[in-house]
């Protein structure tokens, strides 16, 4: 069992990490945004990160000024409905009739929208995950969170699994039921993203909602087009990588929070903290952005040692274990 300085550390060099502080109220629409992590919670973050479990992708790509610009994102997305449309209430549509029938009843459904608008009348949002990953689960834990985040909207979404990466399209009217327009922060995007994290991994799905800089990557996100034109053979130039000396303040210091994790785990008195420690050190020397800042620092060498001399006890606990057991048959 790990004792309480323990747990404190964890907690405290685990929420700089993960960019947790204390928010005081809800997001736009009065749900809680990510607060501060507990240590077990820290753990498991920390396990899923070091094993490189897939990262989700929830991003809001735009949205229509006017009816005639959300009719359009509509019927680009469903393929001009030959792909199944799902609303609020799960009724499901397909055939290029679905368009205008959608388009009625979004136009006349709360304040009318008109065709051109000065405003964004609808937000288009896209939940994404790596290839190989089972697309009707995507399909399945972007439902979940949609439901729950986009309650009272009306809402129409689309699968897209003929592409690299499995994916769901949502257009969300920006008027909910009760008047209130969408309005989403910083804290809610993170907090769609760990959503739909939380909605896979119930699947059986590994995967996680971290910051690039965490993950000691620095590059730039694709938009939508670019991934579309990769997986189709298209995409005639790519986007150069964010400059090393943009990011390098914030990964020395994402590295700092690193160190000293391993280091509080590593002195941990329960066996299992000790096991992630070593995760956390081959993670940090297998990132290359970490391993070369690692080794400009005094305590690179250190850390080596360390991590051999956990392999060789951990060897000998092998070894001593087989004498017990007698020779394998």
């Known amino acids: 069992m790990a004792n309480a300085e323990t747990d404190r550390l964890v907690e405290e060099w685990g929420n700089r990490l993960l960019g947790r502080r204390r928010h005081?109220?809800?997001?736009?629409?009065?749900?809680?945004?990510?607060?501060?992590?507990?240590?077990?919670?820290?753990?498991?973050?920390?396990?899923?990160?070091?094993?490189?479990?897939?990262?989700?992708?929830?991003?809001?790509?735009?949205?229509?000024r006017g009816m005639g610009a959300i009719k359009a994102h509509m019927a680009y997305i469903s393929k001009r409905g030959a792909l199944e449309i799902e609303d609020q209430e799960g009724n499901r549509f397909k055939g290029p009739e679905t368009i205008d029938q959608l388009a009625r009843e979004w136009r006349h459904a709360g304040t009318h929208i008109p065709e051109k608008s000065d405003r964004r009348e609808a937000l288009n949002v896209v939940l994404s995950m790596p290839r190989g990953t089972e697309a009707m689960v995507v399909r399945a834990a972007a439902r979940e969170v949609v439901r729950r985040e986009f309650k009272g909207h009306r809402f129409a979404m689309v699968l897209h699994e003929h592409q690299e990466n499995p994916h769901v399209h949502v257009v969300v009217r920006a008027e909910r039921d009760?008047?209130?327009?969408?309005?989403?922060?910083?804290?809610?995007?993170?907090r769609w993203r760990e959503r739909f994290a939380t909605a896979l991994r119930a699947y059986g799905i590994e995967a996680c909602a971290t910051r690039q800089i965490v993950r000691g990557e620095a590059r730039r996100a694709d938009q939508l087009w670019q991934r579309v034109a990769r997986s189709e053979g298209r995409l005639r130039r790519e986007r150069p990588a964010v400059s090393s000396g943009d990011v390098a303040p914030v990964r020395s210091q994402a590295l700092e929070h690193w160190r000293r994790l391993e280091h509080a785990l590593s002195?941990?008195?329960?066996?299992?903290?000790?096991?992630?420690?070593?995760?956390?050190?081959?993670?940090?020397?297998?990132?290359?952005?970490?391993?070369?800042e690692i080794r400009r620092t005094p305590g690179y060498q250190q850390l080596l040692n360390r991590q051999q001399r956990e392999l060789e006890l951990g060897h000998r606990d092998e070894d001593r274990g087989r004498e017990i057991r007698g020779p394998e048959r």
């Open 24 to 64: 005081p109220g809800g997001g736009w629409d009065g749900l809680p945004v990510p607060g501060r992590l507990s240590p077990s919670a820290v753990r498991r973050e920390v396990r899923t990160i070091v094993r490189r479990a897939p990262q989700v992708m929830v991003k809001v790509s735009g949205g229509g």
């Open 178 to 190: 009760d008047g209130r327009r969408l309005n989403p922060r910083k804290a809610d995007l993170y």
């Open 267 to 292: 002195k941990s008195p329960d066996p299992e903290d000790r096991e992630l420690a070593r995760g956390v050190r081959s993670f940090m020397l297998e990132t290359p952005a970490f391993a070369r």
